[in-house]
Nanobody
Framework: QMQLVESGGGLVQPGGSLRLSCTASGNTFRYYAMGWYRQVPGSQRDLVAAITAGDTTDYVDSVEGRFTISRDNARNTVYLQMNSLKPEDTAVFYC??????????????????WGQGTQVTVSS
């Protein structure tokens, strides 16, 4: 089972940018659709961006046009470039196998172990 380590979060002003990284262990990363999940206190962890093994990307409406998910299979790493950040983006971000629905697309993966996540705080 892949072990996942997220990094890149921090405190940023509204309108700013951050790039999150998530590195996976093992040699199966390239075969999975991967996703970034967002969790605010008291709420469930929601899939907000996904990238398939074939590099097709998908986003929830609230981040479409501002966030970009990408992957580097040689590095076992998935990225989330976040631009034009808003205070409502404040959350802990996690990566994992893409599981769940974005719009009309269903990602049927099975979640692996969660990493520790990375905190993103958007505030002036």
């Amino acid at each position: 089972q892949m072990q996942l380590v997220e990094s890149g979060g921090g405190l940023v002003q509204p309108g700013g940018s951050l790039r999150l990284s998530c590195t996976a262990s093992g040699n199966t990363f390239r075969y999975y659709a991967m996703g970034w999940y967002r969790q605010v206190p008291g709420s469930q962890r929601d899939l907000v961006a996904a990238i398939t093994a074939g590099d097709t990307t998908d986003y929830v409406d609230s981040v479409e046009g501002r966030f970009t998910i990408s992957r580097d299979n040689a590095r076992n790493t998935v990225y989330l470039q976040m631009n034009s950040l808003k205070p409502e983006d404040t959350a802990v971000f996690y990566c994992n196998i893409a599981t769940g629905r974005i719009g009309s697309t269903w990602y049927p993966g099975t979640l692996g172990s969660w990493g520790q996540g990375t905190q993103v705080t958007v505030s002036s």
